[in-house]
């Protein structure tokens, strides 16, 4: 069954076109009839253009002009045909007319004066014309003749604009062809208004150009996309139809070719019927390429072939013949249209991958192709479509193949993505396998260096010698491992150099030194020829270094007997590669030599000269190429020469130091301490030569905890600082580690990074959240040496990192360097914990000092903050009831409780005054009374315990204040302490002197009160105004009545409202009404002392009269 989907898809193109039909047909115009066209009640500027199409007069074989119809004897008349249309068809004694020939056609228009100018446009007639309007000759086209010799084609629309003749207008046209198969007219002659006309005609052509760039376009980027694949041969076949359809497309329907090439109408015509026919046998090709499955091969070269062989009749024969092949043509397209429809439909009921786009297209096509034949028969009249079905289809297929080649290019994306991953792994798994290679390697080394160190006792001279064997093969092999370390970071671009002065001199002595074992039994000479006036390089030394070692390794490598020479020059140039001076290195050797086939290939990667060198000299194929990424790396250049069983010269040159120093003099005491380096770690050593001195352990109790998943290098670790006397804790993964941690409480940890479970990493991470750096160092143990492996490690938390393989030097030196720092901070910190209790660390902190070394005497500073001034109420009383001993513990007690709360509100305690606490609050009054409200419960708190002991109960009195307060150090050189000082803290001291005056507990003033009126967390009540002993000015103090006893507190509450209105009265001088409000709440609370020192007020006034200046200001007698 046919998909519901291509149901839909057929019905909508049918009615299209039934629609097209009905259009034209119901659309009413005039119509010519015996040879007269009818235009008088044709508004033109109401109702267009009309065509004049119909019954005109028809003389064949005539030539007449309008002269020869004012004759007393009318020409003859053949008929009247129907225009548009082709002669071809009209029937005269029952025979059709021969296309070849010559005719003229004359209609009459009626028309009403209702304009004096009108336009008329003649469209294609084959294949030449000339125009006469009411007896003139207007315009030709082409030159008409009475056969082929005399007459010369052409195609070429034309517009002429013409003054009217009032009711009646002729026209005549004299036509002629003999170059068609169609003669007359295969357009219609349309009338009107200019602009109406040229209107249609500019919208036509541009719908036309439109399609015709589309097309180029459209053509030429699917043979882009064969260019790119010539795998997708659609994309080519498609491409070239679509320019096919181009070149019909501006012959037939636009005649831009024909305009543009006047002179050529043949050559013009033979490309328009090529476009046509070739245009075939690549949509054939193309449908072919998307379902072979389906499509016969036979029926493939049969279309091809028939679609050629009509191409070839096209080019080698004339107009004549060629355009009688029209006909046959069309029906064999039509036949081919069915079975590629056929296989279409085959696709898709067989569900072969066909889209419904294509289907689609396909259909468009093939609809608007019978629609078009139907109409140039004159069976059907719906127009011209085909160049819509071609547009659709070419669409519709475009959107197909770029769907298909985005899907091509999202899987080449996906792929390449996933090839970039599998990479990554492969990177990662060289990393990973080395780290697994070197574990081994460390553990076989570190156990060769402790049994050489005696850690299982004395070491016999044979065994010595079987000892360093082991030890040499296991650093070749952790040298191999490196190589390929090193090609994986220089293949990511992830070395970076540590460029320096380098001697080279200095550096190949060392590296002919290294190199002396590796001769072993060969009669070979290493000779260096080094001169000492050379200038220093500018590079790593290390990795250049590592070049003359690859270098000279390989030339020792393939020279069995001979010598291997070293030498080097200062050259001011090298190939004009760079402008610096260079030092070029050379190092030649008299062994087998290479090829010069080969020679481009031994600087590749895992490269060897054949299978049979491989064997004999083995290798990895490597250093070569490490050896050229490093001088490249270097700004330099390496080369060779080489002559076959003679030898090999190997030449690099690297550019020399800006930098240059005078080192002619220093070389023979540099190349001494380098020569004690490579001694200590040649191989032909029989002893330790580590100085015990750098690596012994100063501290015996010291515990170092070793967290790895490898016994062997636990066994390593163990028995390397075993022999340091360091106490030495294992744990075999990072869950045991932590642990052990808790514990044992260690001074040093060595953590390995790769471990299941949990990472070193993890591990790392988990430690930090408890323990600083500085408390508990972290040296990682690392096989990858990679940056991004420390990097990670070092924000994990870890202060150190060790390579493996690592030395036993290396290992004891940074552990004794690591537990030093560690128990120099443990002093460090004992040292702050004991000057904290005499100097607050916030002390120095405002100070802008970060230990009291750096206090000197003067040291100040300035802030705004809150001051607190807190004193025991009565405790010389209380005093008198103790000892001594009992009253220091009982001060101490107390300040042991209040100091905590002070510090939890981020307070400085300033200083103790016996029995009072002096402190400021930098984060302002609300944490100091904070932490004023929190000291009262604590006083409550130890009141109870006192109170069960039978002691006597104490109580505070609190002041604070705030402002401006000046920070320093005073004293002298040989005894100073800090201190603060200003007004606002000699007012913070009298505020809470002023407490036992009014009989309450907290006191704050009109500054403080500013900052907390609004919080509404306290209850607040006004004391007095008052100026204290010394000063001119008055404040307002305040109580804060959360701070009394319990039940004082409620009865205050109980009558605040009451004590309010009093207080008001009393300033407005109303005494009588205050008095009376204040005695009820007297009455009510005996304990108001701000009551009755007013109602004491009120009393002395009425005694003593009311002063003129009286303001209801108390001034104080005392502090």
Same mark, same amino acid.
């Given at each position: 069954?046919?998909?519901?989907?291509?149901?839909?898809?057929?019905?909508?193109?049918?009615?299209?076109?039934?629609?097209?039909?009905?259009?034209?047909?119901?659309?009413?115009?005039?119509?010519?009839?015996?040879?007269?066209?009818?235009?008088?009640?044709?508004?033109?500027?109401?109702?267009?253009?009309?065509?004049?199409?119909?019954?005109?007069?028809?003389?064949?074989?005539?030539?007449?002009?309008?002269?020869?119809?004012?004759?007393?004897?009318?020409?003859?008349?053949?008929?009247?045909?129907?225009?548009?249309?082709?002669?071809?068809?009209?029937?005269?004694?029952?025979?059709?007319?021969?296309?070849?020939?010559?005719?003229?056609?004359?209609?009459?228009?009626?028309?009403?004066?209702?304009?004096?100018?009108?336009?008329?446009?003649?469209?294609?007639?084959?294949?030449?014309?000339?125009?006469?309007?009411?007896?003139?000759?207007?315009?030709?086209?082409?030159?008409?003749?009475?056969?082929?010799?005399?007459?010369?084609?052409?195609?070429?629309?034309?517009?002429?604009?013409?003054?009217?003749?009032?009711?009646?207008?002729?026209?005549?046209?004299?036509?002629?062809?003999?170059?068609?198969?169609?003669?007359?007219?295969?357009?219609?002659?349309?009338?009107?208004?200019?602009?109406?006309?040229?209107?249609?005609?500019?919208?036509?052509?541009?719908?036309?150009?439109?399609?015709?760039?589309?097309?180029?376009?459209?053509?030429?980027?699917?043979?882009?996309?064969?260019?790119?694949?010539?795998?997708?041969?659609?994309?080519?076949?498609?491409?070239?139809?679509?320019?096919?359809?181009?070149?019909?497309?501006?012959?037939?329907?636009?005649?831009?070719?024909?305009?543009?090439?006047?002179?050529?109408?043949?050559?013009?015509?033979?490309?328009?019927?090529?476009?046509?026919?070739?245009?075939?046998?690549?949509?054939?090709?193309?449908?072919?390429?998307?379902?072979?499955?389906?499509?016969?091969?036979?029926?493939?070269?049969?279309?091809?072939?028939?679609?050629?062989?009509?191409?070839?009749?096209?080019?080698?024969?004339?107009?004549?013949?060629?355009?009688?092949?029209?006909?046959?043509?069309?029906?064999?397209?039509?036949?081919?249209?069915?079975?590629?429809?056929?296989?279409?439909?085959?696709?898709?009921?067989?569900?072969?991958?066909?889209?419904?786009?294509?289907?689609?297209?396909?259909?468009?096509?093939?609809?608007?192709?019978?629609?078009?034949?139907?109409?140039?028969?004159?069976?059907?009249?719906?127009?011209?479509?085909?160049?819509?079905?071609?547009?659709?289809?070419?669409?519709?297929?475009?959107?197909?193949?770029?769907?298909?080649?985005?899907?091509?290019?999202?899987?080449?994306?996906?792929?390449?993505?996933?090839?970039?991953?599998?990479?990554?792994?492969?990177?990662?798994?060289?990393?990973?396998?080395?780290?697994?290679?070197?574990?081994?390697?460390?553990?076989?080394?570190?156990?060769?260096?402790?049994?050489?160190?005696?850690?299982?006792?004395?070491?016999?001279?044979?065994?010595?010698?079987?000892?360093?064997?082991?030890?040499?093969?296991?650093?070749?092999?952790?040298?191999?491992?490196?190589?390929?370390?090193?090609?994986?970071?220089?293949?990511?671009?992830?070395?970076?150099?540590?460029?320096?002065?380098?001697?080279?001199?200095?550096?190949?002595?060392?590296?002919?030194?290294?190199?002396?074992?590796?001769?072993?039994?060969?009669?070979?000479?290493?000779?260096?020829?080094?001169?000492?006036?050379?200038?220093?390089?500018?590079?790593?030394?290390?990795?250049?270094?590592?070049?003359?070692?690859?270098?000279?390794?390989?030339?020792?490598?393939?020279?069995?007997?001979?010598?291997?020479?070293?030498?080097?020059?200062?050259?001011?140039?090298?190939?004009?590669?760079?402008?610096?001076?260079?030092?070029?290195?050379?190092?030649?050797?008299?062994?087998?030599?290479?090829?010069?086939?080969?020679?481009?290939?031994?600087?590749?990667?895992?490269?060897?000269?054949?299978?049979?060198?491989?064997?004999?000299?083995?290798?990895?194929?490597? =250093? *070569?190429?490490?050896? %050229? $990424?490093?001088? /490249?790396?270097?700004?330099?250049? +390496?080369? @060779?020469?080489?002559?076959?069983? #003679?030898?090999?010269?190997?030449?690099?040159?690297?550019?020399?130091?800006?930098?240059?120093?005078?080192?002619?003099?220093?070389?023979?005491?540099?190349?001494?301490?380098?020569?004690?380096?490579?001694?200590?770690?040649?191989?032909?050593?029989?002893?330790?030569?580590?100085?015990?001195?750098?690596?012994?352990?100063?501290?015996?109790?010291?515990?170092?905890?070793?967290?790895?998943?490898?016994?062997?290098?636990?066994?390593?670790?163990?028995?390397?600082?075993?022999?340091?006397?360091?106490?030495?804790?294992?744990?075999?993964? =990072? *869950?045991?580690?932590? %642990? $052990?941690?808790? /514990?044992?409480?260690?001074?040093? +940890?060595? @953590?390995?990074?790769?471990?299941? #479970?949990?990472?070193?990493?993890?591990?790392?991470?988990?430690?930090?959240?408890?323990?600083?750096?500085?408390?508990?160092?972290?040296?990682?143990?690392?096989?990858?040496?990679?940056?991004?492996?420390?990097?990670?490690?070092?924000?994990?938390?870890?202060?150190?990192?060790?390579?493996?393989?690592?030395?036993?030097?290396?290992?004891?030196?940074?552990?004794?360097?690591?537990?030093?720092?560690?128990?120099?901070?443990?002093?460090?910190?004992?040292?702050?914990?004991?000057?904290?209790?005499?100097?607050?660390?916030?002390?120095?902190?405002?100070?802008?000092?970060?230990?009291?070394?750096?206090?000197?005497?003067?040291?100040?500073?300035?802030?705004?903050?809150?001051?607190?001034?807190?004193?025991?109420?009565?405790?010389?009383?209380?005093?008198?009831?103790?000892?001594?001993?009992?009253?220091?513990?009982?001060?101490?007690?107390?300040?042991?409780?209040?100091?905590?709360?002070?510090?939890?509100?981020?307070?400085?305690?300033?200083?103790?005054?016996?029995?009072?606490?002096?402190?400021?609050?930098?984060?302002?009054?609300?944490?100091?009374?904070?932490?004023?409200?929190?000291?009262?419960?604590?006083?409550?708190?130890?009141?109870?315990?006192?109170?069960?002991?039978?002691?006597?109960?104490?109580?505070?009195?609190?002041?604070?204040?705030?402002?401006?307060?000046?920070?320093?150090?005073?004293?002298?050189?040989?005894?100073?302490?800090?201190?603060?000082?200003?007004?606002?803290?000699?007012?913070?001291?009298?505020?809470?002197?002023?407490?036992?005056?009014?009989?309450?507990?907290?006191?704050?003033?009109?500054?403080?009160?500013?900052?907390?009126?609004?919080?509404?967390?306290?209850?607040?009540?006004?004391?007095?105004?008052?100026?204290?002993?010394?000063?001119?000015?008055?404040?307002?103090?305040?109580?804060?009545?959360?701070?009394?006893?319990?039940?004082?507190?409620?009865?205050?509450?109980?009558?605040?409202?009451?004590?309010?209105?009093?207080?008001?009265?009393?300033?407005?001088?109303?005494?009588?009404?205050?008095?009376?409000?204040?005695?009820?709440?007297?009455?009510?609370?005996?304990?108001?002392?701000?009551?009755?020192?007013?109602?004491?007020?009120?009393?002395?006034?009425?005694?003593?009269?009311?002063?003129?200046?009286?303001?209801?200001?108390?001034?104080?007698?005392?502090?």
């Amino acid at each position: 069954m046919i998909n519901p989907y291509l149901k839909t898809l057929l019905c909508i193109s049918i009615f299209v076109l039934i629609g097209c039909k009905q259009s034209s047909v119901n659309h009413k115009v005039p119509e010519a009839k015996n040879g007269v066209i009818d235009l008088r009640s044709w508004d033109f500027g109401r109702d267009g253009t009309v065509k004049l199409s119909g019954e005109w007069e028809f003389y064949w074989h005539q030539f007449l002009y309008g002269f020869d119809f004012q004759a007393p004897n009318n020409p003859e008349i053949l008929g009247m045909i129907g225009v548009p249309g082709s002669w071809s068809e009209f029937e005269f004694d029952k025979k059709k007319l021969d296309g070849h020939g010559y005719a003229t056609y004359k209609l009459k228009v009626l028309i009403n004066l209702r304009q004096s100018v009108l336009t008329i446009h003649l469209g294609t007639i084959s294949s030449a014309y000339s125009f006469e309007l009411n007896g003139k000759e207007v315009l030709h086209v082409g030159k008409i003749g009475r056969n082929q010799k005399d007459m010369m084609p052409s195609f070429s629309p034309r517009l002429y604009s013409f003054p009217i003749k009032e009711t009646e207008n002729t026209l005549i046209l004299r036509v002629s062809n003999f170059h068609n198969q169609k003669g007359g007219f295969w357009s219609p002659i349309t009338i009107g208004n200019l602009n109406d006309l040229t209107e249609g005609i500019y919208q036509k052509e541009r719908t036309e150009w439109f399609l015709i760039g589309i097309l180029l376009i459209i053509g030429l980027n699917h043979i882009g996309l064969f260019s790119i694949n010539r795998l997708n041969r659609s994309a080519l076949w498609f491409g070239l139809f679509c320019f096919m359809i181009a070149i019909d497309t501006a012959t037939v329907s636009n005649d831009f070719l024909y305009q543009q090439l006047p002179n050529h109408w043949w050559v013009v015509n033979k490309l328009e019927f090529l476009g046509y026919y070739l245009s075939i046998p690549f949509l054939t090709l193309y449908v072919y390429e998307l379902f072979p499955r389906n499509f016969s091969k036979k029926i493939l070269y049969l279309i091809l072939g028939i679609s050629f062989t009509f191409s070839a009749i096209v080019v080698l024969f004339s107009t004549n013949v060629y355009t009688l092949t029209i006909a046959y043509y069309r029906n064999f397209i039509i036949v081919t249209f069915f079975y590629m429809l056929f296989i279409v439909l085959s696709a898709l009921r067989k569900k072969t991958g066909v889209r419904y786009v294509f289907v689609g297209g396909f259909l468009a096509l093939f609809l608007a192709f019978v629609n078009d034949i139907l109409h140039n028969e004159e069976i059907i009249y719906t127009g011209i479509y085909l160049p819509h079905g071609q547009f659709f289809f070419i669409f519709s297929q475009s959107y197909l193949l770029f769907t298909e080649f985005s899907n091509l290019y999202i899987e080449l994306s996906n792929k390449n993505k996933q090839l970039i991953q599998l990479d990554k792994l492969k990177d990662e798994f060289l990393a990973n396998t080395s780290h697994e290679l070197r574990t081994p390697l460390n553990g076989i080394i570190g156990i060769t260096e402790s049994l050489l160190g005696g850690v299982a006792g004395k070491v016999s001279e044979v065994m010595k010698t079987n000892l360093f064997l082991i030890y040499s093969s296991s650093r070749r092999l952790t040298s191999l491992v490196n190589d390929i370390l090193d090609f994986q970071k220089l293949k990511n671009q992830d070395i970076t150099l540590r460029t320096k002065n380098v001697d080279i001199k200095t550096l190949i002595d060392i590296v002919i030194t290294l190199s002396q074992q590796l001769i072993s039994k060969k009669d070979i000479k290493l000779i260096s020829e080094i001169p000492n006036d050379l200038p220093e390089l500018w590079g790593d030394e290390n990795r250049i270094q590592q070049i003359l070692f690859n270098l000279i390794d390989n030339a020792i490598k393939f020279t069995q007997e001979g010598e291997v020479r070293i030498s080097a020059t200062l050259e001011k140039d090298i190939s004009n590669y760079n402008t610096n001076d260079f030092i070029k290195v050379t190092i030649s050797d008299t062994g087998i030599g290479i090829p010069d086939d080969k020679k481009d290939d031994v600087f590749k990667s895992f490269e060897q000269l054949n299978s049979s060198i491989e064997r004999e000299y083995g290798g990895t194929g490597l =250093g *070569l190429a490490i050896t %050229k $990424k490093l001088v /490249e790396l270097h700004g330099g250049k +390496i080369w @060779l020469e080489s002559q076959l069983g #003679k030898g090999t010269q190997f030449f690099f040159a690297i550019p020399v130091t800006k930098h240059n120093l005078n080192i002619v003099e220093k070389r023979e005491d540099q190349f001494e301490n380098k020569l004690k380096l490579v001694e200590a770690i040649e191989i032909k050593e029989t002893r330790s030569t580590i100085d015990p001195n750098l690596t012994a352990n100063l501290y015996p109790d010291t515990k170092i905890l070793v967290i790895d998943d490898e016994p062997i290098n636990l066994q390593v670790l163990q028995n390397h600082l075993s022999l340091q006397s360091y106490e030495v804790i294992t744990a075999s993964d =990072g *869950l045991e580690g932590l %642990k $052990k941690m808790e /514990e044992y409480k260690p001074d040093l +940890i060595l @953590l390995d990074l790769m471990m299941p #479970k949990m990472s070193g990493y993890e591990v790392a991470k988990e430690i930090r959240k408890n323990y600083p750096a500085n408390i508990l160092p972290i040296i990682i143990l690392t096989a990858k040496n990679q940056i991004d492996d420390l990097v990670k490690g070092f924000n994990s938390g870890a202060n150190d990192y060790l390579n493996k393989p690592f030395s036993k030097k290396e290992l004891l030196s940074r552990v004794r360097v690591h537990i030093e720092l560690k128990k120099n901070n443990d002093k460090i910190i004992q040292l702050k914990n004991s000057y904290s209790r005499f100097v607050p660390p916030e002390y120095l902190t405002f100070l802008k000092k970060e230990n009291i070394t750096q206090v000197n005497l003067g040291d100040q500073v300035s802030s705004k903050m809150a001051i607190l001034f807190s004193d025991i109420r009565s405790f010389t009383t209380i005093s008198e009831s103790m000892t001594p001993a009992e009253n220091f513990r009982f001060v101490n007690d107390y300040f042991h409780n209040i100091g905590p709360v002070i510090r939890k509100y981020n307070g400085i305690i300033i200083k103790y005054m016996g029995d009072a606490i002096n402190a400021i609050f930098p984060g302002g009054p609300i944490d100091a009374i904070r932490a004023g409200l929190d000291q009262i419960e604590i006083i409550k708190n130890m009141n109870k315990a006192r109170k069960q002991n039978g002691l006597l109960e104490f109580w505070s009195g609190i002041g604070v204040n705030t402002g401006y307060v000046m920070m320093g150090i005073v004293g002298e050189e040989n005894r100073m302490q800090g201190d603060a000082f200003s007004d606002n803290v000699n007012t913070a001291s009298r505020l809470e002197g002023l407490t036992k005056y009014y009989g309450c507990t907290f006191i704050i003033s009109q500054k403080v009160y500013d900052v907390v009126k609004n919080e509404g967390n306290y209850t607040i009540r006004y004391l007095d105004s008052v100026v204290m002993k010394g000063k001119t000015q008055s404040i307002n103090v305040y109580e804060i009545v959360d701070a009394e006893p319990d039940h004082i507190r409620d009865k205050k509450i109980q009558t605040l409202d009451k004590y309010k209105k009093a207080v008001k009265l009393f300033q407005n001088k109303v005494f009588e009404d205050a008095l009376e409000i204040f005695e009820e709440i007297h009455e009510t609370n005996p304990h108001d002392k701000s009551a009755e020192l007013y109602i004491e007020k009120i009393t002395n006034l009425y005694l003593t009269g009311i002063p003129d200046d009286w303001n209801a200001v108390q001034v104080m007698a005392e502090k």
